[in-house]
T-cell receptor, first 114, second 110 residues
Framework: DAGVTQSPTHLIKTRGQQVTLRCSPI?????VSWYQQVLGQGPQFIFQYYEKEERGRGNFPDRFSARQFPNYSSELNVNALLLGDSALYLCASSFTRDPKPPLHFGNGTRLTVT | GIQVEQSPPDLILQEGANSTLRCNFSDSVNNLQWFHQNPWGQLINLFYIPSGTKQNGRLSATTVATERYSLLYISSSQTTDSGVYFC????????????FGTGTLLAVQP
């Protein structure tokens, strides 16, 4: 079975641009969560979507938005990119709304903003 | 909000050595997990351990919820154990988000 897949793996953008990151959860998983990991720090929660509805939002500005599609895949959008948005963006999927095992993370998208 | 601190921040071991990583948290938790992040960035769940003790091969973990700490033991370390170890907790009403600790960077030398 395929794990959590994220695309693209790497991305370079310029300040002010917009970016869309994609995540496909493990088959049967209905919850997708997004985390931002800045170099040298632990991941920070951005959003959770469960059954296609937003169920939680972390302390991030409105420039960050997300959605979940009927097939449970998800997109994370970031507008008006800042240098500080440079990070590894991780997607996690699970069966339930609570982040309990089996909880699987993708390999991430490494975003560089110049 | 809850604070999650890990120690030591960095650790260098020779292959075959044992180590103990610590996670302290500032409030009660209803979910605690240990993760290993490999050099390529992938996070792998090691243990779900809100309380008690579990073992999986050379790894074991203990959480003492009443004293607000958890320990991860690595025995007979191997070079493939290198990477960053995170503990992550769920606390309070925000039951759907993991709060990650500061991490321990482990380097196992041959």
């Amino acid at each position: 079975d395929a794990g959590v897949t994220q695309s693209p793996t790497h991305l370079i953008k310029t300040r002010g641009q917009q970016v869309t990151l994609r995540c496909s959860p493990i088959s049967g998983h209905k919850s997708v969560s997004w985390y931002q990991q800045v170099l040298g720090q632990g991941p920070q929660f951005i959003f959770q979507y469960y059954e296609k509805e937003e169920r939680g939002r972390g302390n991030f500005p409105d420039r960050f938005s997300a959605r979940q599609f009927p097939n449970y895949s998800s997109e994370l959008n970031v507008n008006a990119l800042l240098l500080g948005d440079s990070a590894l963006y991780l997607c996690a999927s699970s069966f339930t709304r609570d982040p309990k095992p089996p909880l699987h993370f993708g390999n991430g998208t490494r975003l560089t903003v110049t | 909000g809850i604070q999650v601190e890990q120690s030591p921040p960095d650790l260098i071991l020779q292959e075959g050595a044992n180590s103990t990583l610590r996670c302290n948290f500032s409030d009660s938790v209803n979910n605690l997990q240990w993760f290993h992040q490999n050099p390529w960035g992938q996070l792998i769940n090691l243990f779900y351990i809100p309380s008690g003790t579990k073992q999986n091969g050379r790894l074991s973990a203990t959480t003492v919820a009443t004293e607000r700490y958890s320990l991860l033991y690595i025995s007979s370390s191997q070079t493939t154990d290198s990477g960053v170890y995170f503990c992550a907790v769920v606390s309070g009403g925000a039951t759907n988000k993991l709060i990650f600790g500061t991490g321990t960077l482990l380097a196992v030398q041959p």
